[in-house]
Every structure is written in C-alpha cells, then in structure tokens.
C-alpha cells in the first residue's frame, strides 16, 4: 500500500498500535505451564477490545488468533493445549490484525524465565539486526541491499538467516508487494523501497538452518535439524529518511 493522505495514515497507526500493544501484553502475560492456547485466547481477547480481528483468521482460516512458535518452529505455529511452555523455552508471538479496513503486522521473539539454553546471543542478534536494517530502509533503497545486510550480520554473529522466509507489503490487505522483501541479498530482485509504502520488515535469524519445511498440519514451519529460530518484525512507512514505525510500542527490541 502507498499512503496518499492522513486519514490511511490514521488508520494504519490505529490497528500498528492495536498489534503492537497486544503484543507486548502477551509476552507480559505469558507463563511456565501456561499452553500455548491460553496464550493465544488471550490475545484474541486483547484485539477484540480495540475492535481488531484477527488477520490469520480473516484472511486464510487460521487456526488461532495470533501464532505462536516455540523453539525450533520459526513460524505459524498453531496454538493448542497440547503445548505447555517451560523454563527456557524460545518464544515467538506474531499478531497481525485488521482494523477498520487497514492491517498491522508485527512478532517478536524471547526466552521464557531463566535462560538455561543459552538463547540470548540470538535472540539479541535478531533484534539489533532488525534495528540496524530499519535504519537502512527510506526511499530508492534497493530491497536487496538490506536483505544483504541482514544476513552479513547474522553471519557476522555466528548465525544463518532463514532463506525462505521473508518480510512483506501491509496495508489494505496482510500480504501485499512488494511480497518478499528477503534475508539475503536476492541479486535477482532489483525493486526499491519507495516513499509512502508500508511495509511489515522481519528477520528470521537461525542458529543453523538456512530453509524451515512445513509440517502435516499445513501451516507449522520448522527446522528439520531442530535449529533454533527468532523473528522480530515492525510495520513500517517507508519516508525520504528514518522510517515511521507503526507497531514501536510493542518494544520487541527490548523483549
């Protein structure tokens, strides 16, 4: 979506602040021995009271209101009682919703309680990797060029990005172009970034693997080496300089 006036703006910082802020309050609420479908009703409850739904449901049938991955599932983890979190477990929460006709995006992923597996190292290469790629981004940037600074740092801190995943174009539907905005320097994609678009950019950084594979149940993406995977993501505008964020209050970069 390319923003043409201060009403779309409105509308997109009001659902970015919906995604944002039930993100945050669900890491907030998330516990050792709670399952992950406790969690995810919850988060269902959060959006329902600003007048959000659910973009997973809406768009595609999802089976949860927002998707939670632990450990080695990078993303669209199904949320199920059968899932009871533990100590040190690698948390991701993604929320997208829709909100008056516009869409937010935004994840983040941390350790549950003490960290006895030692995931911070990637957990907090993820989220300066991000950081450091939203401050690349602003107009005529080639898309490519910030894939390929993601994944020379990742490489840089002793970690892969996963290549078949990617950010995307938000707005007036979940996924919309540009439809991948990679991890990697894509030599074949030769778009920019242009002023006035909004984008939801995420890092997929992997202890290991380079590609996850969907499970049976048609929506679940994992590593098959049991690779450990984190995701931080923001809904952005792109300007002619730093980008606007649209989902800042969820504070990933300081789960």
């Not at 981004?137 to 740092?153: A, Q, W």
């Not at 439809?179 to 290991?208: G, P, W």
Request: proline content about 3%.
């Amino acid at each position: 979506m390319s923003i043409k006036n201060e009403e779309e703006l409105e509308g997109l910082k009001a659902v970015g602040r919906a995604v944002a802020i039930t993100l945050k309050k669900m890491k907030e609420f998330t516990k050792i021995g709670m399952t992950t479908k406790e969690l995810d009703e919850y988060g269902g409850k959060l959006l329902a009271e600003f007048g959000a739904v659910s973009a997973p449901i809406k768009d595609y049938n999802f089976p949860g209101h927002t998707c939670i991955s632990i450990n080695h599932v990078a993303c669209h983890g199904i949320p199920t009682d059968n899932i009871i979190l533990k100590e040190g477990d690698l948390v991701n929460i993604d929320v997208s919703a829709a909100l008056n006709g516009y869409y937010g995006d935004n994840g983040g992923s941390f350790v549950l309680g003490e960290d006895i597996h030692n995931h911070a190292p990637l957990v907090k290469a993820s989220q300066e990797i991000l950081q450091m790629a939203i401050s690349k981004i602003k107009d005529g940037v080639r898309i490519s060029n910030v894939g390929g600074l993601i994944e020379k740092e990742a490489k840089r801190r002793g970690f892969n990005v996963i290549k078949n995943l990617c950010g995307h174009g938000i707005g007036r539907k979940l996924h919309e172009p540009p439809t991948e905005i990679a991890n990697y320097r894509d030599r074949f994609n030769t778009q920019r970034f242009r002023k006035n678009s909004v984008i939801a950019l995420e890092t997929f950084i992997s202890t290991k693997s380079k590609y996850v594979h969907q499970m049976e149940d048609g929506w679940t993406m994992k590593t098959k080496d049991n690779s450990f995977v984190t995701q931080h993501e923001h809904t952005l505008v792109v300007t002619d300089g730093l980008p606007i964020i649209l989902t800042e209050e969820n504070g990933v970069f300081e789960f």
